[in-house]
C-alpha cells in the first residue's frame, strides 16, 4: 500500500512540474509569483543555466545556495529530466526531487515531502490502533445493553412461581425443575413446622400432665414427714420433686414464650428500677459463693414490655451467671440506652467456655459443661426460656466470648422513645 502510494506521489510530482513548464514556456518568469507557493504543498525551485537559484516556493533565493551540483540538476542538464530521493534521518521525512530542463536551458525543480515508511506505517497503526479502540468501545456498549436487554426478563422471574412468566422457552427445564424443588421445599417447611407444633404441644401437655402426680408426690411426702419424722429419704423424695416441678414449670413457660399467637401485654415500666431490684436479690446467692456481683445501670432508663417477663429474664441470667462463674470471679449487670435501643447485659468471668459452644448456649436442654451442670442441678433450659422472653418482647439475644474465660450474653430491645 505503501509502494502504490509513493508511485502516486512521485507521478503527481512529475505531472504538476509538466503543468509548470508549459507555463513557464508560454508565459516566461511572469508564471511564477509569491503565491504560488499557497496553490500546492510542493516546493517549486527555478534554476538558472549555471545551478543558481532563480525562484524559490519558500525561501529567499538570495539566501540559497548554487544548486549545479544537485543529481537531480545534473541528470536534467544531460537528460532533460532527472530525479532523486533524499533522505532526512532526523526528521523520518523523505523529499522527491524532479528536475525538468526548460527551452531556454533553465531548470524547473519540483519536490514534495513526504513521511518516511516507518513514520507512515507508525501512523497508520495508531490510526488503526484508535480506530480498533473505538470499534472495541462501541461494541462493548451494544453488547452490554444487549445483554442487559436479555437478562432483564431473567430478573424479572418470579423464582417463588417460576412458570407463571417463562420468558424464554429454553429456560422452561430449567423453572420446571426449579418449580418442583420450591413444592419439594415448601412441603419440607410445613412438615417441619408440623412436627415443632406438634413436639411444643406434647411438651405443653406432658408439663401439664406432670404437674398434677408432683402435687401429690410432694402433698404425700409432707404426710409421711408429719407421721415419721425428717429422714434422709423423705429429704431426698421431696427435693427431687422440687426439682422436677421446677423443670415441668420451665417447660410450661417456654412453650407459652415459643407460642407464636401469644401476645405479651406491651406496657411501660421503669426497667432501671426493675434491675436494681433484682441484683439486690441476688446479692446473697454470690456472696455465700465468694462471687462479686455489681451493676452498671443507667438510670431513668423505662421500656416497653412484659415487666414479669422482663424481671424474670434477668433473674435467669444473673442466676446462670452466678452459678458458672469461677470462684472470686466478676458478675457485672449493665443496662444502657445507645442509639435509640436499649442494652440489657449480663457478664461474668468463667474458667472456661469453649467458643464453639457460644452457637448453642440458648438450645434446650444444651448444657456446656456436663459436669458443673451436675452439681448445680442444672437442665441446661434456662438460657432457651431467656432468648424466648427476648424475642416475645421484640428484641434480639446474642452470646460473646472474648478470651474463652468469660461471657457476656446482650438482649437489645427498641426503645420507643424518640
Keep these: 500500500m505503501y509502494n502504490r502510494y509513493d508511485i502516486y506521489m512521485k507521478q503527481g510530482v512529475r505531472d504538476e512540474a509538466a503543468y509548470i513548464k508549459t507555463g513557464l514556456e508560454e508565459d516566461g518568469d511572469v508564471f511564477l509569483s509569491d503565491r504560488v507557493g499557497d496553490a500546492t504543498s510542493s516546493r517549486i525551485t527555478l534554476l538558472g543555466k549555471d545551478g543558481q537559484v532563480l525562484f524559490d516556493s519558500i525561501e529567499n533565493p538570495e539566501e540559497m545556495e548554487n544548486h549545479s551540483n544537485r543529481p537531480e540538476f545534473i541528470e536534467a542538464e544531460k537528460q532533460g529530466s532527472g530525479e532523486m530521493v533524499r533522505y532526512s534521518d532526523t526528521l523520518s521525512k523523505q523529499t522527491f526531487y524532479y528536475a525538468v530542463k526548460l527551452k531556454d536551458d533553465q531548470v524547473l525543480r519540483v519536490a514534495r515531502t513526504t513521511d518516511s515508511l516507518l513514520v507512515t506505517m507508525l501512523t497508520s497503526f495508531l490510526l488503526l490502533g484508535g480506530l480498533v479502540c473505538v470499534i472495541l468501545v462501541i461494541e462493548l456498549f451494544l453488547v452490554q445493553k444487549q445483554t442487559r436487554k436479555l437478562i432483564e426478563p431473567i430478573n424479572r422471574i418470579d423464582l417463588e412461581h417460576p412458570l407463571e412468566h417463562v420468558c424464554y422457552e429454553e429456560l422452561r427445564p430449567l423453572l420446571f425443575r426449579l418449580d418442583q424443588q420450591n413444592r419439594q421445599i415448601q412441603k419440607q417447611l410445613e412438615d417441619l413446622k408440623n412436627a415443632e407444633s406438634a413436639r411444643k404441644e406434647f411438651t405443653a401437655n406432658v408439663s401439664h400432665e406432670l404437674k398434677t402426680p408432683l402435687t401429690i408426690i410432694d402433698a404425700d411426702a409432707e404426710v409421711l414427714e408429719m407421721d415419721f419424722g425428717e429422714n434422709e429419704w423423705l429429704s431426698d423424695i421431696q427435693n427431687q420433686t422440687k426439682r422436677l416441678t421446677d423443670l415441668t414449670n420451665n417447660l410450661i413457660l417456654l412453650a407459652r414464650m415459643e407460642e407464636e399467637s401469644m401476645k405479651l401485654p406491651m406496657v411501660e415500666f421503669p426497667l432501671s428500677d426493675v434491675a436494681e431490684e433484682v441484683i439486690g436479690n441476688f446479692q446473697t446467692l454470690a456472696k455465700a459463693q465468694n462471687k462479686f ?104 439475644i446474642s452470646a460473646i466470648t472474648e478470651d474463652e474465660k468469660s461471657l457476656r450474653i446482650t438482649a437489645v430491645f427498641p426503645n420507643g422513645k424518640k
Design 293 to 396: 456481683l455489681h451493676g452498671k445501670i443507667q438510670p431513668m432508663i423505662s421500656m416497653k414490655g412484659d415487666e414479669k417477663a422482663i424481671r424474670q429474664l434477668i433473674g435467669i441470667l444473673l442466676d446462670n451467671a452466678v452459678k458458672y462463674s469461677d470462684e472470686k470471679g466478676e458478675i457485672l449487670l449493665t443496662v444502657e440506652v445507645q442509639r435509640n435501643h436499649i442494652f440489657l447485659s449480663v457478664f461474668n468471668t468463667t474458667e472456661f467456655i469453649n467458643k464453639k459452644e457460644i452457637a448453642h448456649l440458648f438450645e434446650r436442654f444444651y448444657r456446656a459443661d456436663k459436669s458443673r451442670n451436675s452439681q448445680t442441678g442444672g437442665y441446661g433450659i434456662g438460657l432457651s426460656i431467656a432468648a424466648a422472653t427476648v424475642r416475645a418482647n421484640k428484641g434480639k
